[in-house]
């Protein structure tokens, strides 16, 4: 026990010899900070269902066709 408090008394005084100067620092980040985090964070994918699926795929392939072909459409009959 003698020896407990000797070695708990010499580790005490080895640790009162160092004193460490701890800087000031904000912990909750600017808005500037939270902007450019938010702008640096990876995004999730609007597509990822449709591409995911065989018919998804087929659906994204055709989809701008149709939409093409319908304003081709649409503007052939203003025309007339």
């Known amino acids: 026990m003698r020896q407990d408090q000797n070695?708990?008394?010499h580790l005490r005084k080895r640790l009162d010899e160092?004193?460490?100067?701890?800087?000031?620092?904000?912990?909750?980040?600017n808005r500037w900070e939270r902007f450019i985090h938010f702008l640096a964070s990876?995004?999730?994918?609007p597509l990822e269902p449709l591409i995911s699926t065989p018919?998804?795929?087929?659906?994204?392939?055709?989809?701008?066709i149709i939409g093409t072909t319908a304003i081709?459409?649409?503007?052939?009959?203003l025309i007339l």
Request: no cysteine; glycine share 2%.
């Open 7 to 9: 070695k708990d008394h």
């Open 18 to 29: 160092y004193h460490v100067n701890i800087p000031d620092f904000p912990m909750k980040p």
């Open 42 to 45: 990876p995004a999730k994918d």
């Open 55 to 64: 018919n998804g795929l087929l659906v994204l392939k055709l989809v701008p």
């Open 72 to 77: 081709a459409f649409i503007q052939v009959l």
